[in-house]
């Protein structure tokens, strides 16, 4: 009990939808590992996103623009990779195409003072398009073999193996890069004075520190970061280039920021669930089970997280909780007797109804995620002196 | 040996407004200097100045006979000024510590830090916990948080800008000895207040502002608080005399109303109750963040309460909407101006549209009457003197003084049952300020009962019938105004918790 | 040093920022196909001149810009709020769905009613998907911008599934798509060769009906103080919930409405290529009519030439579609960096606060 109240959310809802992807692997003949492997995979992209993106937010600038930052890094990333054969000199050239990108919406909102959200829907429309024109004459080409890092006893060994080593470079990059991102919002002064400016720029402003560089310099690591995560995608995870490849991405990424209220560990594990949530899909689409099945762990998420604020909080037990299991049980055993089968689109939905539930069950507490949330999020500075 | 801090010549123009012409003074070691004026009248701005935020147009300022240009306030911190700011510049997420460190050009390792926070918070007798977050801390105890940030640096000029304003008496006194602590440690003090009484206990020397200009110089001491006064603002100012006030009828009941509060540093309302007559005008006195918003709010409607917990003459309206209530008779004039009593970028006819809509009976089915609208909104422009070129300028183009009054005097048209005010003359001149409460006191003379919230203990003095405490969101038993004495009233103030927390120390 | 003040802008300097934004955008267009290595006075001649005096791209200026104007003013009204309703291409999709559902539905069925009752399904449609992120925010405060979005891929793949399931033509050898709307269950035409149907004077009305409601009707005053200073707007009484329900189910039935005008209209059946990005480019639309219900009829007729002479271009100079796209983010963009001069006065040296 004492130990289920220390645990948060995030680890708690990861952890159960990990697990019974875990058991529907089981169940049919698929190695969790392998799952698991390529859950950290799928995952990847949006973690780059969303930790930038988390950054971003935590200096009290709203980015909607995570999409078109992301394309433009896939075909940037995919484009350089081609061209000079160099996987890692795309990643490179993705991250400052990225953070190109995200200039022109620094300049627009802090120096300009435009609005943020028209801004942000503005850049992800341009990026799109600007993405599509520069990556016609790259599509069906396939880009260079990304380097994966062989720890030759370690990768061979089983279960940890494929697991933990084995990966690409860029997935212990992204590790670090979590790390550091904590640490640094954690211990450094600037990362302190980042998020004082996030919280009130006037009086950041008024203690003599410079409101609107560190929000550029904010804008442009998420504008770099998104880029490698749409490198991600065009190189490591598909490896192809295609219009509009993203597919929400981005969007996810921002949901995902909710989801881990602005916390870069409960980020990453944010970023887990929807790979977790797309690997799911995917295997169901290959395996052609009845997508019953994914209402029902929607269901079982949802009463796991209500069950641990009942048991956070003291007091009778939440009616809604008792309910919600009794549906999940329900639906459990409908799908399990009638498995029904419907066309692969309704699976495909599964990742876009994720993020919507998550958003639900996270903003739901309104007091806890106001605590959290940076309190200038969205507002526009104007300096005055 | 030179003066501490010299000043000589200081200007500075804004367009339209010329903020500092020419000022000239000096500061002591171990001396606290009070700058004096009313608002507006350039103190802030020449504080501004000295602390790196404000270049000046013309004029020099010295340390230690050095020339002192800061071009941030970095560079002033660096020369030893440190300034404590009106409105604090405190990040209510961030705990006590990380505040601090924020505020310092070269901050101690954190573990030492802390350590070294205590120190100085006892040294001078102003205990907090660094790992504290800020938003939970009353804001006394923020004040203590910008005190302690300024002696971390061991400053040699201090810069205390309206300190008191937001403070319990008591609580005044605790800091008047941690000034007087530092006076004799030899820094100098700049002091900015507009209350006559504490500098004239307080303070060295007095430089008094008017309209820019350094208008007099004197030691306060000598001086009466009528004389101040009288430098302060140049002329004479008419007060409203008191008047006998026999209750009405019962206009406005509040029976044990307990709301919780929406804003995550906020003040629960606990058990309020509250009879309001006709006629009557009932001060509530507190510290801000006591409930009064909280309060408010539930008055006017904008956060709900039970059905029963609100009783307007003889109807239960606890559960009514704002625009209702309104209907009623009912009205509220809320604290900030610009935000929530007006919107700033909206027109002054708009703005007397925002809530004279249904007593005024400014729309025909749900259609905007445009020419009542601009008339209504010229009927309080001319009743109240609202500097403004027209009703079409935007609410933001006010200054604070007309805005106010445009504000004030748009409830008070609408020939209200009840008005409620909070904070009516905040940041508002001599003048406006006199207005205001002359048509208030009026209002109340005509039959309408009036609830006035403010910090302001002598404002209360002067307009209020009754008087109440708000602290900690529960409300007093309101007494005849004249009845308590202003430490008793102080002691309500700080709230059962401070009595608890003072008896144990 | 620049510094800016706080400053309203007259009528009509505000009205010359999006004149100066299209400018800016051809200009930078231009350097864009240069860049490209095409000819960028012939380019922007081709996107933004020719259509005006081919009278068949003249005729197709209409039937885009309707959808766009319809989806627009009924975004405006959320945008002035601040309730960002992004998913009106969903919204949009399944106005197409339940108008083309009920379309079908009547197959065969003659009468005068059917064409109505398609445009009622369509806007309980859009209404009702709007619905889901209205009430998510109203009852658990999730952020409508993402929801709404993230609905619009849904609705996509229901689209998707639906015509390859229950909506398919049963005639039509398993492609993906409904039957052809029969005539009862098409727009009717007003102009003989032409496809100018009767969605455009409807359009034309709706913008009407937003101007004075905008202008002239309290709620239309509700929305302007809500996005001005939401806290007045509460004390004025104004209930956040219900403007967020009000605004999100005002443009989502609008975008339903655009989304069973396209189906019963130039496309004439239900396609999973029947969402074109209406839905985004509404968007772009609306703030670059300054949510003005006038000027977004005047902007809609911008964004429709950018469409019609895209694809001219398209074909005759090879220029791929994405680069539409680019020049209407160009556009927003302009739009917004020029904006300062309406919001703000730029004045030399510095300017403050005392």
Same mark, same amino acid.
């Given at each position: 009990?004492?130990?289920?109240?220390?645990?948060?959310?995030?680890?708690?809802?990861?952890?159960?939808?990990?697990?019974?992807?875990?058991?529907?692997g089981?169940?049919?003949?698929?190695?969790?590992?392998?799952l698991?492997?390529?859950?950290?995979?799928?995952?990847?992209?949006?973690?780059?996103?969303?930790?930038?993106?988390?950054v971003?937010?935590?200096?009290?600038?709203?980015?909607?623009?995570?999409?078109?930052?992301?394309?433009?890094?896939?075909?940037?990333?995919?484009?350089?990779?081609?061209?000079?054969?160099?996987?890692?000199?795309?990643?490179?050239?993705a991250?400052?195409?990225?953070?190109?990108?995200?200039?022109?919406?620094?300049?627009?909102?802090?120096?300009?003072?435009?609005?943020?959200?028209?801004?942000?829907?503005a850049?992800?429309?341009?990026g799109l398009?600007?993405?599509?024109?520069v990556?016609?004459?790259?599509?069906?080409?396939?880009?260079?073999?990304?380097?994966?890092?062989?720890?030759?006893?370690?990768?061979?060994?089983?279960?940890?193996?494929?697991?933990?080593?084995?990966?690409?470079?860029?997935?212990?990059?992204?590790?670090?890069?979590?790390?550091?991102?904590?640490?640094?919002?954690?211990?450094?002064?600037?990362?302190?004075?980042?998020?004082?400016?996030g919280?009130?720029?006037?009086?950041?402003?008024?203690?003599?520190?410079?409101?609107?560089?560190?929000?550029?310099?904010?804008?442009?690591?998420?504008?770099?970061?998104?880029?490698?995560?749409?490198?991600?995608?065009s190189?490591?995870?598909?490896?192809?280039?295609?219009?509009?490849?993203?597919?929400?991405?981005?969007?996810?990424?921002?949901?995902?920021?909710?989801?881990?209220?602005?916390?870069?560990?409960?980020?990453?594990?944010?970023?887990?669930?929807?790979?977790?949530v797309?690997?799911?899909?995917?295997?169901?689409?290959?395996?052609?089970?009845?997508?019953?099945?994914?209402?029902?762990?929607?269901?079982?998420?949802?009463?796991?997280?209500?069950?641990?604020?009942?048991?956070?909080?003291?007091?009778?037990?939440?009616?809604?909780?008792?309910?919600?299991?009794?549906?999940?049980?329900?639906?459990?055993?409908?799908?399990?007797?009638?498995?029904?089968?419907?066309?692969?689109?309704?699976?495909?939905?599964?990742?876009?109804?994720?993020?919507?539930?998550?958003?639900?069950?996270?903003?739901?507490?309104?007091?806890?995620?106001?605590?959290?949330?940076?309190?200038?999020?969205?507002?526009v500075?104007?300096?005055?002196? | 040996m030179?003066?501490?801090?010299?000043?000589?010549?200081?200007?500075?123009?804004?367009?339209?407004? =010329?903020?500092?012409?020419?000022?000239?003074?000096?500061?002591?070691?171990?001396e606290?200097h009070?700058?004096?004026?009313?608002?507006?009248?350039?103190?802030?701005?020449?504080?501004?100045?000295?602390?790196?935020?404000?270049?000046?147009d013309?004029? =020099?300022?010295f340390?230690?006979?050095?020339q002192?240009?800061?071009?941030?306030?970095?560079?002033?911190r660096?020369?030893?000024?440190?300034?404590?700011?009106?409105?604090?510049?405190?990040?209510?997420?961030?705990t006590?510590?990380?505040n601090?460190?924020?505020?310092?050009?070269?901050?101690?390792?954190?573990?030492?830090?802390?350590q070294?926070?205590?120190?100085?918070?006892?040294?001078?007798?102003?205990?907090?916990?660094?790992?504290?977050?800020?938003?939970?801390?009353?804001?006394?105890?923020?004040q203590?948080?910008?005190?302690?940030?300024?002696?971390?640096?061991?400053?040699?000029?201090?810069?205390?800008?309206?300190?008191?304003?937001?403070?319990?008496?008591?609580?005044?006194?605790t800091?008047?000895?941690?000034?007087?602590q530092?006076?004799?440690?030899?820094?100098?003090?700049?002091?900015?207040s507009?209350?006559?009484?504490?500098?004239?206990t307080?303070?060295?020397?007095?430089?008094?502002?008017?309209?820019?200009?350094?208008?007099?110089?004197?030691?306060?001491?000598?001086?009466?608080?009528?004389?101040?006064?009288?430098?302060?603002?140049?002329?004479?100012?008419e007060?409203?005399?008191?008047?006998?006030?026999?209750?009405?009828?019962?206009?406005?009941?509040?029976?044990?109303?307990?709301?919780?509060?929406?804003?995550?540093?906020g003040?629960?309302?606990?058990?309020?109750?509250?009879?309001?007559?006709?006629g009557?005008?009932?001060?509530?006195?507190?510290?801000?963040g006591?409930?009064?918003?909280?309060?408010?709010?539930?008055i006017?409607?904008?956060?709900?309460?039970?059905?029963s917990?609100?009783?307007?003459?003889?109807?239960?309206?606890?559960?009514?909407?704002?625009?209702?209530?309104?209907?009623?008779?009912?009205?509220?004039?809320?604290?900030?101006?610009?935000?929530?009593?007006?919107?700033?970028?909206?027109?002054?006819?708009?703005?007397?549209?925002?809530?004279?809509?249904?007593?005024?009976?400014?729309?025909?089915?749900?259609?905007?009457?445009p020419?009542?609208?601009?008339n209504?909104?010229?009927?309080?422009?001319?009743?109240?003197?609202?500097?403004?070129?027209g009703?079409?300028?935007?609410?933001?183009?006010?200054?604070g003084?007309?805005?106010?009054?445009?504000?004030?005097?748009?409830?008070?048209?609408?020939?209200?049952?009840?008005?409620?005010?909070?904070?009516?003359?905040?940041?508002?001149?001599?003048?406006?300020?006199?207005?205001?409460?002359?048509?208030?006191r009026?209002?109340?003379?005509?039959?309408?009962?009036?609830?006035?919230?403010?910090?302001?203990?002598?404002?209360?003095?002067?307009?209020?019938?009754t008087?109440s405490?708000?602290?900690?969101?529960?409300?007093?038993?309101?007494?005849?105004?004249?009845?308590?004495?202003?430490?008793?009233?102080?002691?309500?103030?700080?709230g059962?918790?401070?009595?608890?927390a003072?008896?144990?120390? | 040093? *620049?510094?800016?003040?706080?400053?309203?802008?007259?009528?009509?300097?505000?009205?010359?920022?999006?004149?100066?934004?299209?400018?800016?955008?051809?200009?930078?267009?231009?350097?864009?196909?240069?860049?490209?290595g095409?000819?960028?006075?012939?380019?922007?001649?081709?996107?933004?001149?020719?259509?005006?005096?081919?009278?068949? %791209?003249?005729?197709?200026?209409f039937?885009?810009?309707?959808?766009?104007?319809?989806?627009?003013?009924?975004?405006?009204?959320?945008?002035?709020?601040g309730?960002?309703?992004?998913?009106?291409?969903?919204?949009?999709?399944?106005?197409?769905?339940?108008?083309?559902?009920?379309?079908?539905?009547f197959?065969?069925?003659?009468?005068?009613?059917?064409?109505?009752?398609?445009a009622?399904?369509?806007?309980?449609?859009?209404?009702?998907?709007?619905?889901?992120?209205? *009430?998510?925010r109203?009852r658990?405060?999730?952020?409508?911008?993402?929801?709404?979005?993230?609905?619009?891929?849904?609705?996509?793949?229901?689209?998707?599934?639906?015509?390859?399931?229950?909506?398919?033509?049963?005639?039509?050898?398993?492609?993906?798509?409904?039957?052809?709307?029969?005539?009862?269950?098409?727009?009717?035409?007003?102009?003989?060769?032409?496809?100018?149907?009767?969605?455009?004077?409807?359009?034309?009305?709706? %913008?009407?009906?937003?101007?004075?409601?905008?202008?002239?009707?309290?709620?239309?005053?509700?929305?302007?103080?809500?996005?001005?200073?939401?806290?007045?707007a509460?004390?004025?009484?104004?209930?956040?919930?219900?403007?967020?329900?009000?605004?999100?189910?005002?443009?989502?039935?609008?975008a339903?409405?655009?989304?069973?005008?396209?189906?019963?209209?130039?496309?004439?059946q239900?396609?999973? %290529?029947?969402?074109?990005?209406?839905g985004?480019?509404?968007?772009?639309?609306?703030?670059?009519?300054?949510?003005?219900?006038?000027?977004?009829?005047?902007?809609?007729f911008?964004?429709?030439?950018?469409?019609?002479?895209?694809?001219?271009?398209?074909? %005759?100079?090879?220029?791929?579609?994405?680069?539409?796209?680019?020049?209407?983010?160009?556009? *927003?963009?302009?739009?917004?960096?020029?904006?300062?001069?309406?919001?703000?006065r730029?004045?030399r040296?510095?300017?403050?606060?005392?």
């Amino acid at each position: 009990m004492e130990n289920i109240k220390n645990l948060n959310s995030q680890m708690i809802v990861t952890g159960a939808a990990l697990a019974a992807l875990a058991i529907f692997g089981l169940m049919n003949g698929i190695s969790p590992v392998l799952l698991f492997a390529s859950i950290i995979a799928a995952a990847q992209p949006l973690m780059f996103a969303a930790i930038g993106e988390m950054v971003v937010e935590k200096s009290g600038v709203l980015n909607l623009g995570v999409e078109g930052m992301m394309i433009i890094g896939a075909v940037a990333g995919f484009a350089t990779a081609v061209s000079t054969t160099s996987p890692l000199l795309g990643v490179v050239a993705a991250a400052l195409a990225g953070a190109a990108l995200a200039m022109i919406f620094g300049i627009l909102t802090q120096v300009l003072l435009a609005n943020q959200v028209a801004t942000g829907l503005a850049l992800t429309l341009f990026g799109l398009g600007l993405a599509a024109l520069v990556g016609q004459p790259f599509s069906g080409i396939k880009p260079p073999d990304f380097p994966e890092v062989d720890l030759i006893f370690l990768s061979d060994a089983p279960i940890i193996g494929p697991l933990f080593f084995g990966h690409d470079l860029m997935v212990y990059f992204g590790l670090i890069l979590v790390t550091l991102t904590w640490a640094f919002l954690t211990f450094t002064r600037t990362g302190l004075t980042l998020r004082a400016v996030g919280e009130d720029h006037d009086a950041a402003h008024a203690l003599g520190y410079n409101v609107i560089a560190i929000r550029l310099a904010a804008i442009a690591f998420g504008g770099a970061m998104a880029g490698m995560g749409g490198a991600y995608l065009s190189l490591i995870r598909v490896p192809q280039w295609s219009e509009g490849m993203t597919a929400g991405a981005g969007w996810i990424a921002l949901a995902i920021v909710v989801f881990g209220t602005w916390r870069p560990w409960r980020v990453m594990l944010g970023a887990y669930l929807f790979g977790g949530v797309t690997i799911l899909q995917l295997n169901m689409q290959a395996a052609s089970i009845t997508p019953l099945w994914l209402i029902v762990l929607g269901l079982f998420l949802a009463a796991v997280q209500v069950t641990v604020n009942s048991l956070r909080n003291p007091g009778p037990v939440d009616r809604w909780m008792v309910g919600l299991w009794a549906v999940t049980v329900a639906m459990g055993s409908i799908a399990q007797t009638y498995p029904i089968s419907i066309p692969t689109q309704y699976l495909s939905m599964a990742p876009y109804l994720a993020t919507i539930l998550v958003l639900v069950v996270m903003s739901a507490d309104k007091l806890r995620t106001n605590l959290n949330a940076p309190a200038a999020l969205g507002r526009v500075f104007q300096r005055s002196n | 040996m030179s003066e501490l801090l010299d000043i000589r010549g200081l200007t500075k123009a804004y367009p339209g407004v =010329q903020a500092n012409s020419a000022i000239s003074f000096s500061l002591k070691r171990g001396e606290i200097h009070a700058l004096l004026g009313e608002n507006g009248a350039g103190k802030s701005t020449l504080v501004k100045t000295i602390y790196g935020l404000v270049k000046p147009d013309l004029g =020099q300022m010295f340390i230690d006979g050095t020339q002192f240009e800061p071009a941030n306030p970095q560079a002033a911190r660096a020369a030893g000024v440190a300034m404590v700011f009106q409105h604090f510049s405190l990040f209510d997420a961030l705990t006590v510590a990380e505040n601090i460190t924020l505020g310092m050009a070269n901050p101690p390792p954190r573990r030492d830090l802390a350590q070294r926070i205590r120190d100085v918070a006892n040294a001078y007798g102003l205990p907090l916990d660094p790992e504290r977050r800020v938003g939970t801390l009353s804001v006394g105890e923020r004040q203590r948080v910008e005190i302690v940030r300024c002696l971390l640096q061991s400053p040699r000029i201090l810069i205390m800008d309206e300190p008191t304003s937001v403070l319990t008496p008591q609580e005044v006194a605790t800091l008047f000895q941690t000034l007087r602590q530092l006076r004799a440690e030899g820094v100098g003090i700049l002091y900015i207040s507009h209350k006559l009484e504490e500098i004239r206990t307080l303070c060295d020397t007095a430089t008094i502002l008017r309209n820019g200009r350094k208008v007099a110089e004197c030691t306060p001491a000598e001086q009466t608080a009528h004389q101040l006064a009288e430098m302060m603002i140049g002329i004479e100012l008419e007060r409203p005399l008191p008047r006998l006030f026999t209750p009405g009828e019962t206009l406005l009941t509040l029976r044990d109303l307990s709301i919780a509060t929406e804003d995550p540093f906020g003040t629960d309302l606990r058990e309020v109750n509250l009879q309001l007559h006709a006629g009557e005008v009932l001060g509530i006195a507190g510290v801000a963040g006591n409930g009064q918003d909280e309060l408010m709010l539930a008055i006017s409607g904008e956060t709900k309460a039970t059905r029963s917990q609100i009783v307007f003459e003889t109807t239960q309206i606890g559960h009514l909407a704002p625009a209702e209530r309104r209907l009623r008779g009912l009205l509220t004039a809320p604290e900030e101006r610009l935000g929530h009593a007006a919107a700033g970028e909206m027109s002054l006819a708009d703005n007397a549209f925002l809530t004279g809509r249904k007593r005024q009976r400014l729309d025909w089915k749900g259609f905007i009457k445009p020419i009542s609208t601009a008339n209504f909104a010229r009927a309080i422009v001319k009743r109240f003197d609202v500097r403004t070129p027209g009703v079409e300028a935007s609410a933001r183009s006010l200054s604070g003084g007309n805005l106010q009054k445009f504000v004030i005097g748009r409830e008070i048209l609408q020939r209200p049952k009840v008005l409620v005010v909070n904070q009516p003359t905040w940041g508002v001149d001599a003048h406006a300020a006199a207005t205001i409460r002359t048509a208030l006191r009026d209002l109340a003379a005509s039959g309408t009962g009036i609830i006035v919230i403010s910090q302001d203990l002598d404002e209360l003095r002067e307009i209020s019938d009754t008087i109440s405490v708000i602290a900690a969101g529960r409300l007093s038993t309101p007494a005849r105004n004249g009845s308590l004495t202003n430490e008793e009233i102080g002691l309500m103030m700080g709230g059962p918790k401070e009595e608890a927390a003072h008896a144990h120390a | 040093m *620049l510094t800016l003040e706080p400053h309203r802008a007259g009528p009509v300097k505000q009205l010359f920022t999006p004149v100066w934004a299209i400018l800016a955008t051809m200009l930078a267009g231009g350097l864009l196909f240069l860049l490209l290595g095409k000819n960028p006075v012939e380019a922007i001649r081709i996107i933004f001149v020719d259509p005006l005096f081919d009278p068949f %791209s003249r005729s197709e200026l209409f039937i885009k810009a309707a959808p766009l104007a319809i989806i627009a003013t009924g975004l405006s009204f959320g945008f002035r709020a601040g309730v960002w309703n992004i998913g009106a291409e969903g919204q949009f999709i399944l106005g197409a769905i339940c108008g083309g559902a009920v379309g079908l539905a009547f197959y065969g069925v003659e009468g005068v009613y059917v064409l109505p009752l398609m445009a009622l399904a369509g806007m309980a449609g859009g209404f009702a998907w709007a619905m889901i992120p209205a *009430l998510l925010r109203t009852r658990f405060n999730a952020n409508e911008i993402l929801v709404s979005l993230m609905l619009v891929y849904v609705a996509t793949l229901l689209l998707s599934a639906l015509v390859s399931g229950p909506l398919r033509d049963p005639d039509g050898f398993n492609f993906p798509e409904s039957r052809q709307f029969h005539d009862s269950a098409t727009l009717p035409i007003l102009i003989e060769r032409t496809r100018i149907h009767i969605g455009i004077p409807i359009a034309f009305l709706i %913008s009407v009906g937003a101007w004075l409601i905008l202008q002239r009707h309290v709620f239309g005053f509700h929305i302007k103080l809500m996005g001005a200073a939401p806290r007045a707007a509460h004390f004025a009484g104004v209930s956040t919930n219900r403007m967020v329900v009000l605004c999100l189910g005002i443009s989502g039935a609008l975008a339903g409405l655009a989304g069973v005008f396209e189906a019963a209209g130039p496309v004439g059946q239900l396609v999973p %290529s029947l969402p074109t990005g209406y839905g985004f480019t509404a968007i772009i639309v609306a703030f670059l009519g300054r949510l003005q219900p006038l000027g977004i009829l005047f902007a809609s007729f911008v964004l429709a030439l950018t469409i019609i002479g895209g694809e001219t271009a398209q074909f %005759s100079l090879q220029i791929p579609a994405a680069a539409i796209s680019v020049f209407q983010g160009m556009l *927003l963009f302009f739009l917004l960096a020029f904006d300062i001069f309406t919001r703000f006065r730029i004045r030399r040296g510095v300017a403050g606060v005392a």
